[in-house]
């Protein structure tokens, strides 16, 4: 599928219809998904109608957006007014939300075209969408792999060409772990960036919406529809959202400072990664950049003061999960017990094994020992990030540990899942912006992702830096064969 700006020059010159793109985006959507399984949730009808008004527009000789008329696809988590949205959760069943999302709406208001809902791993708890209530999504480069979650779907289908971009959210790692595992761009965007209006919370001082695309201009479109303040997200920025998409050049900022984090290249690292990641950091020095060595010690407390913190805020947003509101309810004689079997029925193990985590870790006599002192580390991550942009302006890692690891290979061992999040985590801790874009492959043909972050509201430089990388490489143009 050609990228957002090749499709809207075929809109704008009457080349394609944005029927015609819709209609072939759905047809390839179908052939694949007995395979690959990224949706949980196909509305050709809402989405040829979306075309069918694009259409329209341009017929009128109306200007239209950039957005307008592409093929996108959303996280499950996201609101969409009269479509189900149930997390990938047996306890959300049949749930159709009253209402739209923020950033479903913007992009509903842009003429985006959403052709369904995407597969997650439930309530966005998991690395490998193997957690859905419902199906195993499969990774397009080999559909025996996970496609990383827990943004999987999301990541999928973009990497498989079903569509030209998605949504994913990012917790720990959900939007960049799925895209160095399919090969594709995944960024997560400056907490409060983005409007959580609609989003279903796991974690809320951690969540954030974000773009995934085969390009980083196409994350860039996608960005620059979906960000900006919103009054009904009490967590959201009044900043200037820039242009990020004009703000790209083919040369890397000039006099560029590139940090290396140590800590992320030691025990855990499979090698056949940590050289991908090198040749890279090479390139990015051979187009001009200074590179050096930064230290942030406190990086590899990110996984335990996450899984602290993350299930505690869990256990407090799943709290209204009982049936009574919405949902699946148990048909008991008493209300006690309706709650009870409501919810050990609806939940999945890694929902239920995270609630309980959380709901310990915040009882009386453990509040201080684990809570409060994981708050308390999450300050001194934070810190040694400040520290860093004193000296640098990006940071680069490799994205995940390892590549796609086989489907059903980890899942009796939660703590090797948790680790696929072991890069990512900290960047949330600290909500700063992080990307991963492709920057080579393994020997059995599996993508590898590289991860640059940048300071607070610096989105402009990292999808800059991100652009400059991809745009002298050719790690992005390879497709999956299936």
């Known amino acids: 599928m050609a990228s957002i700006r090749e499709l809207h ?18 047809d390839r959507l179908q052939t694949l998904e007995p395979q690959l399984k990224s949706f949980l949730c196909i509305t050709p009808e809402v989405a040829l109608n979306r075309a069918r008004a694009v259409d329209a527009q341009i017929a009128a000789g109306e200007t239209i957006g950039m957005m307008a008329g592409i093929p996108i696809a959303l996280k499950d988590n996201l609101c969409t007014k009269g479509i189900p949205t149930t997390c990938a959760s047996r306890i959300l069943e049949g749930f159709v939300p009253p209402y739209e999302s923020t950033v479903t709406g913007k992009l509903q208001a842009a003429g985006a075209v959403a052709l369904g809902k995407t597969n997650m791993d439930e309530f966005a708890m998991g690395s490998s969408t193997e957690n859905s209530g419902y199906q195993v999504t499969a990774n397009p480069w080999d559909i025996s792999r996970v496609p990383g979650g827990s943004s999987g779907g ?11 971009v998605s949504l994913g959210s990012d917790t720990g790692g ?113 187009l001009g950049a200074t590179v050096q060595e930064i230290s942030c010690p ?92 004193g000296k640098v302006d990006i940071l680069i890692t490799p994205t995940t540990p390892t590549t796609a690891f086989k489907a059903g290979e980890k899942t009796s061992d939660p703590l090797s899942m948790y680790l696929s999040d072991l890069m990512t985590i900290p960047v949330n801790l600290a909500g700063l912006p992080g990307i991963s874009i492709p920057c080579g492959f393994d020997e059995q043909g599996m993508p590898i992702g590289i991860q640059i972050i940048a300071n607070v509201l610096r989105e402009d430089l990292l999808l800059q830096a991100a652009h400059a990388y991809e745009q002298s490489t050719t790690w992005h143009q390879q497709l999956p064969n299936i």
Do not use: W
């Open 154 to 164: 999301s990541a999928a289908a973009v990497s498989a060409d079903q569509v030209v």
């Open 298 to 389: 406190r990086f590899r407390y990110g996984l335990p003061t996450y899984y602290v913190l993350a299930p505690s805020e869990a256990s407090a947003n799943l709290a209204r999960y009982d049936g009574v509101k919405y949902g699946i309810r148990a048909q008991t004689d008493n209300l006690m017990s309706m709650y009870t079997k409501t919810r050990a029925g609806g939940f999945g193990t890694e929902v239920k094994r995270r609630i309980m985590l959380g709901t310990y870790a915040l009882s009386a006599g453990y509040y201080d020992a684990y809570y409060l002192k994981a708050q308390k580390v999450r300050t001194l991550i934070k810190n040694d990030f400040e520290a860093a942009f």
């Open 9 to 26: 020059q075929q809109l704008t010159s009457k080349q394609r219809s944005a029927v015609e793109i819709t209609q072939a985006a759905l």
């Open 174 to 286: 959900s939007i960049r772990q799925p895209a160095a595992f399919c090969g594709v761009v995944g960024l997560k965007p400056t907490y409060g960036l983005v409007s959580r209006f609609g989003l279903v919370a796991y974690a809320s001082s951690l969540d954030q919406v974000g773009p995934f695309g085969r390009t980083v201009e196409d994350a860039a479109i996608l960005l620059e529809a979906i960000a900006g303040y919103d009054p009904q997200d009490s967590t959201s920025l009044k900043v200037e959202i820039p242009k990020y998409s004009e703000l790209l050049k083919p040369e890397l900022p000039k006099g560029l400072r590139v940090g290396i984090i140590t800590e992320t290249f030691g025990e855990g690292l499979d090698p056949v990664v940590a050289a991908a990641v090198q040749t890279a950091v090479a390139h990015f020095q051979s």
